[in-house]
């Protein structure tokens, strides 16, 4: 089984990096805007026009897609028990779009770490690697009524359900399996989109240290996520991110009360294809990620609870 491991790991990583292919809780957290159009695929207003706005009854039921893959690098992420900094490929594939009733977002990433992070037999073994989904679906309700809901600076309003599972081959043996429900406004900006969602979220996973799987308490939740797509001089660029609080769940598998969580992660890409005639199709800049707590886990029951970390990144879009 380990010489399997060892064979598999190589064309895997490769995978990630050249297909479709963040760790537990943090795979890319949005929901999709409830327009007529991709934002990253709105034309940027000239100021004499007023912006569209969503949800009008003339307007056709919004129903687009766009779907990508994409690539994440960084060298100083952190876990909680592990002392030393941890360096991850990550491949993702990502589908959002807009449907008759309101919007989706589905996400998978593959992560793989070095050796300081590693798999289950130990650092000999390699760095773990780990799959980890997010979907949201947001039910619009200007597209279920058929008409301009919007008042000040709100422009639709909304209810998102959503899942998040994974699952990782480290000594943990993460299974984690979430569920989240709550409202969504989302906000009336010129050009991409800004959405707030507050709710609740449910959670289980599986302590392959202590041999138990662990069902947390339900817990509140807010989230939010924005797409502003912008130019400097000639070049293209788009301001992407999420961020997530939540609140403590009860104790972990290892009977420490955890405590609130925050995460967030942002990235600034070019449009580089549009150079080359081909505007829209691939995505490459810079992204950061920030996560307090992870996991819940407060500073002094364990080290490397906090994540701060740059990474490069690329995306290719269909």
Known sequence: MKSLTLALRAPAL????????AQFAHAEVFTAPNSSAPPERQEVPN???PPQTVG??????????DTFIGYRWGTDFHYPGIDSTVMQNIGYLTTIGGFRFGSYAFNVDYLVSNAANPESGGPQSGGAQEVYSVGRVQ?????IFGRYLGIGPIRDYGLTVGYEFGVKND???ERARMLVVGPTVEFAIPHGYWNLTAGIRTESNHNGISGV??????????ESSWLYPFRVGPVPLMFRGFASVTGPKGRDGFGVETTTEFLTRMALLADLGSFAGHPRVLYAGLGYEYWYHMYGT?????????TSVPMLQAEIHF
């Open 213 to 222: 799987d662990v069902r947390f308490n339900t817990a509140w939740h807010v």
């Open 47 to 49: 100021g004499a026009a």
């Open 56 to 65: 009008q009854a003339d307007e056709p039921p919004a129903i687009w897609n």
């Open 14 to 21: 490769g995978a990630a990096l050249f297909c479709c292919l």
């Open 298 to 306: 407060p500073t002094h029951a364990a080290p490397g609870t906090i």
């Open 171 to 173: 000594a943990y043996s």
């Open 139 to 143: 039910f619009s309700a200007g597209k």
